[in-house]
């Protein structure tokens, strides 16, 4: 039984055909320059073909509906969404493969025909069960300044019985997986679990559909765990700890010696191999480090709030600029990294109170507010 309405192709298609015509460059464009300016020497033509290629075989490679019941729908809901978004926008099929299927041809299919890209360093979050104020759920938004566009005001409450919070985490090269058709399980979860323990079953099964990710799960009861998921075909979940808090880092593997930080760290070493660079001196070699250094940092710190967390030592820990916090205001790794490295955006919500706040950099001038807009539900 659906415990959220299943839903439309059409009214879904609206949607993305909006967000195309309000900025059909940053919807259509963006993603193909970012690769292409993360690897300049890259072939246009070989990019999209290439794309367009896999994406059709994506198209016909549908899941076992015996081995994934909850697919059939799921699969005529992708079709029927994507052929209505191109008779409302007229983009034509390498349009659509390109929104689809960029980022899976990157990385299964283009180990010989694609440099290897400076990975970009993603985000961090912590769920705390409780707190002087409650439950608190804390996200910082890391990416690139290219594409910023602040937020829209918030309207209603951001999270149901269960929510989650994302952060990137990628790697050039990945294995590619034995099944490539393009469900997306983190949002049809909400469609069939109200709680952790069945949402964490729920990704399991679907493991091979998703990855590039690694999520932090909470419900109503203030349950909660971390999967980390930077290969479609891993799945390493965390419980939280004895205090209840979980937390997720960004293009991280917290245990060194699991499968999948074998798996990354293998495919870091093939990457700095194709480049040609010299491990010693590599944008990337510094990238990850740094990646580790922040997780440590959340780690460490929320392993000192001992039972008592403030609200405002969670506030100091994602605003302070970086090295001392988490926040970070365009900074440099290396001096030939390709691209700019801030926090772009921190949201912080009070389910228990209803409440909202959200720091977010100024387009143009990235300044970061001196104080958070706050809403309430």
């Known amino acids: 039984m659906l415990l959220k309405p299943f839903p439309d192709p059409f ?63 799921w699969v005529a809901f992708i079709r029927a969404t ?25 990385a299964f299919r283009a180990r010989e025909a694609v440099p290897p890209r400076f990975a970009s360093e993603k985000c961090r979050a912590i769920f705390i069960p409780d707190s002087d104020h409650g439950a608190i759920i804390v996200k910082n938004l890391d990416d690139p300044s ?6 829209p005001p918030l309207t209603g409450m951001p999270y149901g019985p269960i929510g989650f919070e994302g952060v990137g985490s990628g790697l050039h090269f990945d294995d590619e997986p034995g099944e490539i058709f393009p469900l997306a399980p983190c949002e049809m979860l909400f469609h069939y679990c109200d709680n952790v323990p069945g949402a964490v079953d729920f990704l399991r099964r679907y493991t091979p559909f998703w990855g590039r990710a690694n ?14 998921k930077c290969s479609f075909n891993f799945f390493e979940v965390f ?41 010693a001196d590599s944008p990337d070699e510094e990238f990850w480090t740094v990646c580790d250094r ?44 390709p691209v700019d490295m801030w926090t772009l ?26 104080t958070p807009e706050e809403y309430r539900f």
């Open 215 to 228: 999520l932090m799960l909470f419900d109503a009861q203030k349950r909660s765990a971390s999967i980390e």
């Open 146 to 151: 290219t594409y910023w566009k602040a937020r």
């Open 239 to 279: 419980e939280p700890d004895p205090l209840g808090r979980s937390i997720v880092s960004g293009m991280t593997c917290r245990d060194p010696g699991s499968p999948q930080a074998r798996h990354q760290a293998a495919m870091r070493h093939l990457a700095v191999q194709t480049s040609g660079r010299d491990p």
């Open 11 to 73: 009214e879904t298609a609206a949607r993305e055909a909006d967000r195309i015509r309000a900025d059909p460059h940053f919807e259509l464009e963006a993603p193909l320059e970012r690769v292409l300016g993360d690897a300049p020497g890259m072939d246009r033509e070989a990019l999209i073909e290439g794309t367009l290629r896999l994406h059709r075989e994506r198209m016909e490679r549908v899941p076992d509906a015996v081995k994934f019941p909850e697919s059939p729908p």
């Open 294 to 337: 922040l997780h440590s940092k959340l780690r460490d710190a929320v392993a000192s709030w001992g039972p008592n967390v403030r609200l405002d030592e969670v506030i100091r820990l994602f605003t302070t600029p970086y090295p001392d916090g988490l926040n970070k205001q365009n900074v440099q790794l290396h001096p030939e990294q």
């Open 82 to 106: 994507d052929r209505h978004l191109r008779e409302m926008t007229g983009i034509d099929e390498a349009a659509l493969a390109l929104r689809r299927s960029l980022g899976a041809f990157v």
């Open 345 to 370: 955006a921190t949201t912080l919500t009070l389910p228990d109170e209803r409440r909202v706040l959200r720091w977010q950099r100024m387009e143009g001038t990235m300044e970061w507010p001196a």
